[in-house]
């Protein structure tokens, strides 16, 4: 799945050390998403989306 994770943490010059600790998960986690090797679960997609303050369709493209 295609998203705009890591876009979204530069745009808030954060590492991805730092979007883990407001996710509540662990780096790896943050780059196996950002890198499209892992899809995040349903609540940690709508923790996302709460954070960075949109839907989730625009953050993810499941058509990807």
Known sequence: MN???KVLRAMRDWSQADLAM??????????????GKHDPSLPLAFRISRLFEMP?????????
């Open 22 to 35: 407001h996710l509540d998960v662990s780096r790896q986690a943050v780059n196996a998403i950002e890198t």
């Open 56 to 64: 989730i369709e625009e953050i993810f493209d499941d058509q990807g």
């Open 3 to 5: 998203n705009k994770l």
